[in-house]
């Protein structure tokens, strides 16, 4: 039996100012120095044949680049199957600017995200069909799979099982385990 382990990235400069954020979005000088104990937890792992996963966004990258040692961040494969969900036109406002700007219609999708996107954006049903994807390939795969990617399409990973997000705060630098 094998694992799937899901890093939720560090502290960025989006989620201090809470933020919705794209790609180019990085970690805060916060979230640097928290690698570190991401860093020993990872560590901690006993890993078996491992393929390290991380999203596109800069925030994911950095937080494998400091979490892994430097012969696994050279191995490390970049793929848009595990990026965030795309908040299309909401990324670079805070929720409270996006509701100033698109103030009822953005509770179409705040009442019902799983079927309905954000606008220009992603709805969760798609980012599903990206989480069973990487489960899929986890379970063929002859090893373990690491995982460098974001709160919202780890849900969707933890929620492939049921066909619905598990909608759980996974907090930043957060590891979470799951046997294939």
């Not at 090893?143 to 969707?156: K, L, P, R």
Request: proline share 3%; net charge positive; hydrophobic share 35%.
């Amino acid at each position: 039996m094998h694992n799937l382990i899901l890093i939720r990235h560090e502290v960025s400069t989006g989620n201090l100012t809470h933020t919705f954020s794209g790609k180019e979005v990085k970690l805060s000088t916060l979230g640097k120095m928290r690698t570190k104990k991401t860093r020993e937890n990872f560590l901690k792992l006993k890993l078996d044949n491992p393929i390290f996963l991380a999203s596109e966004y800069q925030r994911a990258i950095e937080t494998a680049k400091y979490t892994l040692k430097r012969e696994q961040f050279l191995k490390l494969k970049i793929t848009p199957v595990v990026n965030e969900v795309d908040f299309g036109e909401l990324v670079g406002r805070t929720f409270k600017e996006n509701l100033e700007v698109y103030k009822e219609g953005l509770n179409d999708w705040l009442k019902n995200p799983d079927k309905v996107a954000p606008p220009g954006g992603e709805s969760t049903m798609n980012a599903m069909k990206r989480a069973k994807k990487l489960v899929a390939f986890a379970k063929k795969y002859d090893g373990d799979v690491v995982v460098f990617s974001h709160e919202g399409f780890i849900q969707c990973v933890l929620g492939a099982k049921h066909k619905k997000r598990k909608y759980r705060r996974i907090k930043n630098g957060e590891i979470v385990g799951i046997d294939i």
